[in-house]
């Protein structure tokens, strides 16, 4: 089945941004100067996108869902191909990225730089404290970890 | 802030992008390098780098080649003609004319911008048009302040029995505005250089539509006499037309007015060969650098002065009195000031005008071209005599003849183009017998393209570099889908960065009607006649440095744009995208400026060139507010399976 999705547009992305980081519709309406229901439909349109989205990329890496949240941005589920737990996040500076629960080669990965990038935008996003001392895989793992347990999906 | 608390992470061990059992490395190599290429198309991964050094390589090797005279192909021929009247002489004839006081030493009414008058346009495009009503003029630029338009005509004038002069201009404003400066400038008569200007002054006003503007410069005759150290002087009247950033006018009528103690009377000189037929049947002749020239004499002035004849019925208005003239060929030299010198007395008496035509022994040259195209310089050397060089130094048509001195001697030719040229040599003894044709069979003519051998070799090796970068480009984009090629983001760049090769960057006239058009990609050069290709010339001489300059910023980031587009658009290669469009719009900018201070024209391909950065821009900023994901290429059907 095709199904047609988009990105949030920019300004839908930093209100759907913002009510993730709890802050009140209306104080967003007047921070960018759009009105209280502007605000409410850009958020219930952006949310749309991203559910279709993170459904899209667990579609093409053959992952099936356990949890999402197009709220928050992000999945998690089980990639049978490579026999991992996979992780779907969303995030208006980095897109949609896939992540799979293994320990990567870091050190000699020329993606290394840009993992880097994204894991410390994720965690800025979610307002947690980068740990420095670790490798890339691990501290996305840590974040990972961090994320489901706030959005409950473990204990 | 929250806090990630490692001692709680009990479930996961590590989490990574790439997909777990292979290394990025190993994953590269094992899927990447065992694609299949699509047939038909040999593996050229490892040519790309050699192929740029290699193409510079022999660029540099040819350079010698392209910047070397084509002397080859050129000749000339000689072959014995019929015996000819070789006895020089003159011929006076008089006519009834009823002298004044007051006489027009000049009066072109309507002014049909004829022989008498050299008008040309300066940086600007210019169309010109003759009718009952006068000489249109249409000034047109797109970005352009520092064109103009001309018009110039040399006179000689008694001035030691003039006691007033005149100059005047009516002209009529149909379109736009502009600023018309009337100019008189006299100098010394026996020299014809620039530092020979004696007096000069000038008055300009503006011109606008629907208005008639009548321009009068009278000139202080009394110290003129004093400062000039002959009886005839020469004078320049020249018409300068300055439109921004266009208009239309008409000059309706001309005129030089002089008012004299005593009547003046007209005295017409003409120049033909002993055959009869006129020195200026062929119109490079007024450029020649030794004209036909009459030295002049009165009886009770002081000093002989020279008249160049440079164009046909030269008319001098004298007064009553018995005057002695040396005419001949001009030669600048102290001890022989002419060449085949003959003598003439005349005398003005009340009430007659007088015709004076010169019989002068002269060579006719007959010139033949397989490709007569217009060409800014000709030179001809005659035995051990200084070189005679028809100049105009702007583009003149191809003449089929021309008339040099009666020198005996070896006679060299060359003929000037852009930065390359013809010559041919013939060691001869001439005489009036013989008939001498110049040839140049140099160029082939190509689709209006004007090329010699080595160009031919040097095109044919730029072509195969070409071919192998479009060859390696086709094995790189082989598996792209051609809709989402369209809606790519450095598509529509790339197509107008390719569309600004084809286009000129810069126009320009350098005087004269002919406007170049430069394509600054490409060594090609385009001269235009009113709209028409007069021909086209692959220069590379001149292109050598724009040459270096636009392979750095523009064919290496077209080449790179192309290969970039084997590759899905993404954040990460979006930086070097914008690079790589940075430099043309740079180096089109930097036309931009050069532009407005030079006073060219800026083309379509210059524009075509600055465009494709902002509207790179403009597509991402577009698509990103309308929520498109970044594009991702995706593969063929056929591809998709594997």
């Not at chain 2, 006489?103 to 911008?113: A, E, I, K, R």
């Not at chain 2, 008249?307 to 009553?320: D, E, G, H, I, K």
């Not at chain 2, 005398?347 to 195209?373: F, G, Q, Y």
């Not at chain 2, 070189?387 to 070896?410: A, C, F, K």
Request: charged share 20%.
């Amino acid at each position: 089945m095709h199904t047609y999705f988009r990105y949030p547009t920019q300004q839908q992305g930093k209100i759907w941004l913002k009510r993730r980081q709890d802050i009140r519709p209306s104080d967003i309406a007047k921070q960018m100067r759009v009105s209280r229901p502007y605000v409410s439909k850009a958020q219930r349109v952006a949310e749309q996108r991203i559910s279709k989205l993170l459904k899209n990329a667990a579609a093409i890496n053959r992952i099936s869902i356990e949890h999402s949240s197009s709220k928050f941005g992000f999945a998690v589920g089980y990639c049978p191909g490579y026999q991992s737990i996979s992780y779907i996040t969303y995030s208006p500076q980095f897109g949609v990225q896939v992540w799979f629960d293994h320990e990567g080669e870091c050190s000699s990965c020329p993606e290394n730089s840009d993992c880097e990038r994204t894991i410390r935008g994720l965690a800025k996003e979610w307002k947690l404290e980068f740990p420095s001392d670790v490798s890339i895989s691990r501290a996305a793992s840590l974040l990972f970890d961090t994320i489901m347990r706030r959005l409950g999906w473990v204990e | 802030m929250g806090r990630i608390k490692k001692e709680e992470n009990n479930r996961t061990t590590d989490a990574c992008r790439v997909p777990p059992g292979l290394s990025h490395r190993s994953w590269f190599a094992a899927t990447v390098n065992k694609l299949k290429k699509p047939d038909g198309l040999p593996d050229t991964s490892n040519i790309d780098l050699g192929l740029f050094v290699t193409f510079w390589v022999i660029l540099l090797f040819f350079i010698p080649l392209w910047n070397s005279p084509y002397s080859f192909g050129a000749s000339l021929q000689v072959s014995q003609g019929e015996e000819v009247d070789w006895n020089n002489g003159f011929e006076i004839v008089t006519m009834p004319y009823s002298g004044l006081n007051e006489t027009l030493l000049l009066n072109s009414t309507p002014y049909d911008g004829s022989s008498i008058w050299d008008c040309g346009s300066y940086f600007v495009d210019a169309k010109t048009r003759s009718d009952e009503r006068g000489y249109t003029i249409s000034i047109s630029g797109l970005i352009n302040n520092l064109g103009f338009f001309s018009c110039s005509t040399t006179t000689s004038i008694s001035i030691h029995d003039i006691t007033e002069l005149f100059f005047s201009v009516i002209l009529d404003g149909l379109e736009g505005s502009c600023n018309v400066t009337l100019s008189a400038a006299f100098s010394d008569i026996s020299l014809e250089n620039s530092w020979s200007e004696l007096f000069h002054r000038s008055i300009t006003s503006e011109l606008y539509r629907g208005k008639t503007l009548n321009l009068t410069l009278s000139t202080p005759v009394a110290l003129l006499k004093t400062i000039s150290p002959d009886w005839l002087s020469k004078v320049d009247m020249d018409i300068f037309i300055v439109g921004t950033p266009s208009a239309t006018l008409i000059i309706k009528d001309t005129t030089i007015k002089a008012i004299s103690d005593k009547p003046l009377f007209p005295v017409t000189i003409d120049a033909t060969a002993t055959t009869g037929e006129s020195l200026y049947s062929s119109y490079i002749t007024r450029y020649l650098s030794n004209p036909p020239v009459i030295f002049l004499n009165r009886t009770g002035e002081d000093g002989g002065p020279a008249l160049s004849l440079r164009r046909a019925n030269y008319t001098v208005f004298l007064p009553q009195g018995q005057y002695s003239a040396i005419a001949g060929w001009h030669n600048y030299d102290v001890l022989s000031p002419v060449i085949d010198a003959q003598e003439i007395t005349f005398e003005v008496i009340p009430d007659e005008m007088i015709h004076l035509r010169l019989k002068m022994r002269a060579i006719r040259l007959n010139i033949n071209s397989s490709a007569p195209i217009p060409f800014r310089s000709m030179l001809v050397r005659l035995g051990e005599s200084d070189d005679l060089i028809y100049t105009p130094w702007r583009y003149v048509p191809w003449p089929d003849h021309l008339y040099v001195p009666p020198i005996q001697g070896d006679i060299w030719i060359s003929v000037y183009f852009e930065d390359w040229y013809v010559q041919a040599w013939a060691n001869i003894s001439m005489n009036h017998t013989q008939r001498i044709s110049f040839s140049s069979p140099l160029t082939i003519n190509i689709f209006g393209l004007l090329l010699n051998l080595g160009q031919l070799l040097d095109i044919g090796l730029v072509i195969l570099i070409v071919f192998l970068v479009i060859k390696r480009w086709l094995v790189k984009t082989a598996q792209l889908n051609r809709r989402a090629l369209l809606s790519d983001n450095r598509f529509v760049p790339i197509i107008l960065l390719m569309s600004s090769f084809l286009f000129p960057w810069i126009l320009y006239s350098d005087w004269g009607e002919y406007l170049t058009l430069n394509f600054v990609a490409l060594p090609v050069r385009v001269l235009t006649f009113q709209g028409n290709i007069a021909f086209a010339v692959v220069s590379f001489g001149e292109w050598i440095i724009l040459g270096l300059l636009s392979v750095v910023l523009l064919w290496a980031p077209l080449i790179g744009l192309l290969f970039m587009l084997s590759t899905p658009e993404s954040k990460s290669n979006s930086k070097k995208t914008g690079k790589l469009l940075l430099l043309p719009f740079l180096y089109s900018v930097f036309f931009l400026i050069a532009v407005l201070l030079s006073g060219y024209t800026l083309g379509l391909g210059a524009i075509l060139a600055m465009v494709g950065l902002p509207i790179w821009l403009i597509q991402i900023l577009y698509r990103r507010e309308i929520g498109v994901p970044d594009i991702q290429l995706p593969l063929k059907k056929a591809e998709r399976g594997s």
